[in-house]
């Protein structure tokens, strides 16, 4: 039945949730709409001022975050748009010309081209280069600024999904000496919320602090599902900086909107989010070797019979079941597609010790409440959290994520919010939503005998794991693949003379392990390992302290000497307790054929030249004794 799989995969471009019921399942989805942002740059006298020698001037810090977003756009996600806006100028450059506004880059795919641009502001060198080719100016208003960025957004022809102002600055009161700018500021930020672009604050550290309260605090925008009141701590560091623009540069886009049912008249609306996705090398785009222009695939279904083109209502889809073709017409194919309704229904609880590691099936998505479908569901999906993490269970769901996709058995782990020493999120409050396996997709693996190690042994390693142990985290760790590839990309677009090489963290620290170890490895082998123990070479199977004794077998592999001539040779002995142990256990034919041949040479048995006569041979003459 496994063929039918292939009618949940979606066809055409909907851009939706790829439905793969393979093995090879991993959680791919794809979203409508284009991202868009705009780094907006305080670039007044007092950015270019570091508190000391050997840090990092705010705007320096500014560009390189900049730079960082660029390049990580060009690898995930080169459809967003991208543009810098540097504010408090010497010169002009902008569509409404206001003064002491300079647009850099106006809202486009981020390019090669564009990071070389903003590489020629770092470091001294580059605040030489702002101040020769733009200059600093003596006053500049946030809210023609403001405008300015708002004309960049509307100018745009793509359809746009999300819109963000990134502000850079270290000033936490522009206009305080003009209450009249401050009020238009003002103003101005409230008319971009109420249009769907949100203002998001990146202050940077400042002597005496920053203090948002003064300003800033009115004129930030804070999305629906954030908390409010929760500002970020100033920025004195690169890392810091990073960190809240890397919170704040994806918007938060749900795959689904569902109705989680508690019971028939109970239910509150939820969003279900992707967090993880395996990152892959893009496809290759094929073009026409003449102009270089890209070329598009076209299918087509003609008659074999005549040659005749196939319209889709001249098709229809067949199934071969028990060596029959079942035909099936296009509308009986989509109604084979759908269950039930979309949605989240509520089975029951466990505790979440029920649920194993074995039990994985793909990454999992996240749950978190929405107020769209239903009011209130925020207060409700909070109390049912509160109470799963109090008494440590999880809720086991049928979930359904679109009409035409099949239902899943998941798990609901509930996961408290966690804030680092920055006060930025590093992990949301809500479920994550576990795909459970059917019995259909476990697996009998039959399991050779266990061999128990002694307690010497187990305390040896417990003592090699010891050493051994580091705090994991999954995104210290980038595909070397994948960044190596993209550098060289990087290297042909930018004609830089050799590309960066990657450093591939998933190698191993042999010698910081080895000194870590210290003779622990050795002594460990000595209590495993037989003596004189080559791993590389050929070793006897023979138990130790197993005596060759009557009635046993010796084997030696064929093509070794037996005339002591210096040649290899591997004796495997074959007791005739071991081969009724093997008898009375069903095990006979882990024992291979060579093994076989000469035990039934030395009962006087004719087995034969196949495996299993050679079974039969030796299971029937110990069974007759």
Same mark, same amino acid.
């Given at each position: 039945?496994?063929?039918?799989?292939?009618?949940?995969?979606?066809?055409?471009?909907?851009?939706e949730e790829e439905q793969d019921e393979g093995p090879e399942a991993g959680g791919e989805y794809k979203y409508s709409g284009r991202d868009s942002l705009i780094f907006l740059v305080d670039v007044s006298k007092a950015m270019f001022k570091s508190q000391n020698e050997d840090e990092l001037t705010p705007f320096d810090m500014s560009i390189q975050c900049i730079l960082s977003v660029y390049t990580n756009k060009i690898i995930s996600s080169d459809r967003d748009l991208l543009a810098v806006v540097f504010y408090g100028t010497e010169k002009e450059k902008n569509s409404v010309n206001f003064k002491n506004i300079y647009v850099l880059h106006e809202l486009d795919n981020p390019g090669a081209k564009r990071v070389l641009e903003l590489d020629r502001f770092k470091g001294p060198q580059g605040m030489k280069h702002f101040q020769d080719l733009i200059g600093h100016g003596s006053d500049y208003?946030?809210?023609?600024?403001?405008?300015?960025?708002?004309?960049?957004?509307?100018?745009?022809?793509?359809?746009?999904?999300?819109?963000r102002i990134m502000l850079f600055t270290n000033e936490d009161d522009p206009h305080g000496n003009d209450s009249a700018k401050a009020s238009r500021a003002r103003t101005k930020a409230s008319d971009l919320r109420d249009t769907g672009i949100f203002l998001d604050l990146m202050h940077l550290k400042k002597p005496g602090?920053?203090?948002?309260?003064?300003?800033?605090?009115?004129?930030?925008?804070?999305?629906?599902?954030?908390?409010?009141?929760?500002?970020?701590?100033?920025?004195?560091?690169?890392?810091?900086?990073?960190?809240?623009?890397?919170?704040?540069?994806?918007?938060?886009?749900?795959?689904?909107?569902?109705?989680?049912?508690?019971?028939?008249?109970?239910?509150l609306s939820v969003g279900i989010y992707n967090l993880v996705q395996k990152a892959v090398k893009p496809s290759p785009m094929k073009l026409y070797r003449e102009t270089n222009e890209p070329v598009k695939t076209k299918t087509r279904t003609f008659n074999v019979n005549d040659g005749s083109l196939l319209l889709p209502s001249d098709t229809k889809r067949s199934q071969i079941y028990g060596s029959r073709q079942i035909v099936l017409e296009k509308e009986e194919t989509e109604q084979l597609k759908?269950?039930?309704? +979309? $949605?989240?229904? !509520? @089975?029951?609880?466990?505790?979440?010790?029920?649920?194993? #590691?074995?039990?994985?099936?793909?990454?999992?998505?996240?749950?978190?409440?929405?107020?769209?479908?239903?009011?209130?569901?925020?207060?409700?999906?909070?109390a049912l959290l509160t109470k799963c993490l109090e008494k440590k269970v999880l809720a086991v769901c049928r979930y359904t994520?679109?009409?035409?996709?099949?239902?899943?058995?998941?798990?609901?782990?509930?996961?408290?919010?966690?804030?680092?020493?920055?006060?930025?999120?590093?992990?949301? +409050? $809500?479920?994550? !939503? @576990?795909?459970?396996?059917?019995?259909?997709?476990?697996? #009998?693996?039959p399991f050779t005998d266990k061999v128990v190690a002694n307690q010497e042994q187990i305390d040896k390693m417990k003592s090699i794991v010891q050493k051994l142990c580091f705090r994991y985290r999954s995104d210290s760790f980038e595909n070397p693949v994948l960044q190596q590839h993209f550098r060289n990309l990087e290297a042909l677009a930018l004609d830089l003379m050799e590309p960066e090489q990657a450093v591939d963290l998933t190698m191993p620290k042999t010698e910081a392990i080895d000194k870590r170890l210290g003779s622990l490895v050795d002594e460990f082998k000595e209590l495993v390992y037989p003596p004189n123990y080559n791993p590389e070479g050929?070793?006897?199977?023979?138990?130790?302290?197993e005596d060759q004794g009557v009635g046993s077998v010796v084997i030696t592999k064929r093509g070794l000497c037996d005339d002591g001539s210096g040649s290899k040779k591997l004796r495997v002995p074959v007791s005739e307790a071991e081969l009724k142990a093997h008898i009375s256990k069903g095990t006979l034919g882990k024992l291979t054929v060579p093994e076989l041949k000469e035990a039934c040479r030395v009962y006087g048995l004719k087995g034969g030249l196949k495996k299993q006569e050679l079974l039969d041979a030796l299971t029937s003459h110990f069974q007759d004794s």
């Open positions: 039945m496994s063929g039918w799989e292939s009618y949940y995969k979606n066809e055409g471009d909907e851009e208003s946030l809210n023609e600024a403001l405008w300015v960025c708002a004309n960049l957004f509307s100018e745009v022809q793509f359809k746009m999904s999300h819109k602090g920053f203090d948002i309260a003064l300003f800033y605090r009115d004129i930030i925008s804070v999305a629906e599902d954030e908390d409010i009141g929760v500002h970020f701590e100033e920025s004195g560091k690169l890392e810091d900086l990073l960190r809240k623009v890397r919170a704040k540069e994806n918007r938060k886009r749900t795959l689904h909107r569902l109705k989680l049912k508690l019971n028939k008249e109970l239910a759908r269950f039930e309704e +979309p $949605g989240l229904v !509520l @089975i029951g609880f466990k505790p979440l010790t029920t649920l194993k #590691k074995h039990h994985y099936l793909r990454p999992s998505l996240f749950v978190y409440p929405e107020e769209s479908l239903v009011s209130g569901s925020t207060t409700l999906f909070s994520a679109r009409k035409n996709s099949p239902p899943y058995f998941v798990a609901l782990v509930p996961q408290e919010e966690e804030l680092d020493d920055q006060k930025i999120q590093v992990a949301p +409050p $809500g479920f994550q !939503l @576990i795909f459970l396996p059917y019995a259909d997709d476990k697996r #009998k693996v050929k070793t006897t199977k023979r138990k130790q302290g």
